[in-house]
C-alpha cells in the first residue's frame, strides 16, 4: 500500500515562504505522476501543481504560476512544493497526491494533508 505523507506546513506572514514536502513509501515512486492540491476552508479541493514521473514537465494552477514551484527526488521518494510570496488566500490544507503512470487516469493515492497558514 503507497503512503504519502506531507510536512513543511505552518503559519508564514504575507510575502514570506514554505517548503512542502512529500514522502512516498511502499511503492514504486519513480512510476508516479505527482500532483499538490488544496482546500481552503468552505471550499472544494482544488488543483495547485503536477509534475510528471521524471520531472520533465511541470503543470501549474494560474493562482500560482510564477510563485509555487514543483519539483522532485527520486532517489529520496519525495516531491517538494516551493512557495514563495505568499498570500492570505494561499491559507489551505495542502494535499499530495500520485498518480500512477500508464493507469486510468486521475489520481491513485492521497495524503493526509499540511495546514498552510498565511497571515495578513
Known amino acids: 500500500q503507497v503512503q504519502l505523507i506531507e510536512s513543511g506546513g505552518g503559519l508564514v506572514q504575507t510575502g514570506g515562504s514554505l517548503r512542502l514536502s512529500c514522502a512516498a513509501s511502499g511503492g514504486t515512486f519513480s512510476r508516479y505522476h505527482m500532483g499538490w492540491f488544496r482546500q481552503a476552508p468552505g471550499k472544494e479541493r482544488v488543483f495547485v501543481s503536477r509534475i510528471t514521473w521524471n520531472g520533465g514537465a511541470k503543470y501549474y494552477s494560474d493562482s500560482v504560476k510564477g510563485r509555487f514551484t514543483i519539483s522532485r527526488d527520486n532517489a529520496r521518494n519525495t516531491v517538494y512544493l516551493q512557495m514563495n510570496s505568499l498570500k492570505p488566500e494561499d491559507t489551505a490544507v495542502y494535499y499530495c497526491?500520485?498518480?500512477?503512470?500508464?493507469?486510468?487516469?486521475?489520481?491513485?493515492?492521497w495524503g493526509q494533508g499540511t495546514q498552510v497558514t498565511v497571515s495578513s
Open positions: 497526491a500520485a498518480d500512477v503512470a500508464n493507469t486510468s487516469p486521475g489520481y491513485d493515492y
